[in-house]
Every structure is written in C-alpha cells, then in structure tokens.
C-alpha cells in the first residue's frame, strides 16, 4: 500500500502568515499517460466532515478561496495557505487515489499562535 | 448534492449493525460509493467502496469477510451492513461520493460498540 507522510503534525500560525504543510508519498502518484498526480486535499473543522480543497494535487474546488495553494509533484505535495485567517483552523489531510487501496495521511493540525 | 447518513447507534461486541446513505441531487448510479470512517480523535480510514451500477466491490484488510457493502439505485440508496463488531470498529462512518477523489461528504454516522 502507498504510505502518505505528512509534516509537519501540527502547527501554530500567526493571523496573517503562510503555513506550509507537506504530504510525501511512499512511491510516485504520477500517472505518467496523462500527466495527473492521482493526489487530493482536504480540510476537516471540528465536528464536520471533511471538505474537499483540491484534486490532481493542484486544481482548486470552487469556492475555496486562492489563498490556498495545492502544489507538487511525483511523490512530494504541498499544500500552503497564505494570510492565514481564524477560519482556517483544522485538520488538512492529504489523500491517493492511485491505487485501488486508498490512503490518507495521517493529517495535520493548524492552530493559530 | 446531498448525501444523509442513518443508523447509527450502539451495538454490542459481536453484534450488527446497518448504515444506510440516501443520497440526492445527483445521478447516483454513475457514481462509485464509498464508505469513510475516522474512530474518536483519529485520521480517516476506507472501509468499502462499489460501482455505480453494483458489480464491484472492495473492502480494506480490516473489514473483510465481516462488513457487506450494497446499494439500491432505484432508492438512491448506499448500504454497509457491519456483523462481528469489534471495539476497534468504533468510528463516525461517512458515507462519501468518489470522482476519483472525494468531492462529497455526508454528516456522517457514529457507531459505538461497546459491552
């Protein structure tokens, strides 16, 4: 099975900053036929389901607002939020979808410092 | 696109248990289903998944030969049936519709197993 690893586990932002949270893949989730990184984002707050911010790594769902960044490639992803706001608190998971036995990372906790 | 979880609830180690999604506001049978399930302060965890029209299933390792996933598109409706509880299977389960990735979640359902 392909082990997601993310890092860090948790992290303090100021109100304003830029977190970084990354996602490596045990092996590449690349399918090389069609260029797409087989990877996907999710944020979780407390006591709801988790949402959907990106797929293929980098393509952003409507309505998530462009201070989030999906990014990477082959078997190293990023997610990075920018002018980190209160709301922006959860739990960030990422997710493969490129084998038939999924996987998540084990998420990240954001807080705000 | 709507999807609403059902019955969840307490069962006892060894016993049953059957969750049911109805879902809404989508074509539901071009879709594959899946089940998601996170235990109290944990990560996520796929627990089932089938194809739109029903002809395949996979369970993961953890699960298998204890839990059945179904659906009945007339009624919109994805199905887990859960025997053998476990502690271990103590979770909030997500029903989630799947694109590849997940782009909808229900509320999900807590199951509690616990003597």
């Known amino acids: 099975d392909i082990v997601l690893t993310q890092s860090p586990e948790s992290l303090a932002v100021s109100l304003g900053e830029r977190a970084t949270i990354n996602c490596k893949s045990s092996?590449?989730?690349?399918?090389?036929?069609?260029?797409?990184?087989?990877l996907a984002w999710y944020q979780q707050k407390a006591g709801q389901p988790p949402k959907l911010l990106f797929s293929w790594a980098s393509t952003r769902e409507s309505g998530v607002p462009d201070r989030f960044n999906g990014s990477g490639s082959g078997t190293d992803f990023t997610l990075t939020i920018s002018n980190l706001q209160a709301e922006d608190v959860a739990v960030y998971y990422c997710h493969q979808y490129y084998t038939g036995v999924i996987t998540f990372g084990q998420g990240t906790r954001l807080e705000i410092k | 696109v709507q999807l609403v979880e059902y019955g969840g609830g307490l069962a006892q180690p060894g016993g049953s248990l059957k969750l049911s999604c109805v879902a809404s506001?989508?074509?539901?049978?071009?879709?594959?289903m899946f089940w998601v399930r996170q235990a109290p302060g944990k990560g996520l965890e796929w627990v089932a998944r089938?194809?739109?029209?029903?002809?395949?299933?996979n369970y993961a390792d953890s699960v298998k030969g204890r839990f059945t996933i179904s659906r009945d598109n007339a009624k919109n409706t994805l199905y887990l049936q859960m025997n053998s509880l476990r502690a271990e299977d103590t979770a909030v389960y997500f029903c989630?519709?799947?694109?590849?990735?997940?782009?909808?979640w229900g509320q999900g359902a807590l199951v509690t197993v616990s003597s």
């Open positions: 089938i194809q739109g029209d029903g002809s395949n299933l």
């Open positions: 092996q590449s989730i690349l399918y090389t036929s069609n260029n797409k990184n087989y």
């Open positions: 989630v519709r799947s694109n590849y990735y997940f782009d909808y």
């Open positions: 506001g989508f074509t539901f049978r071009t879709y594959w």
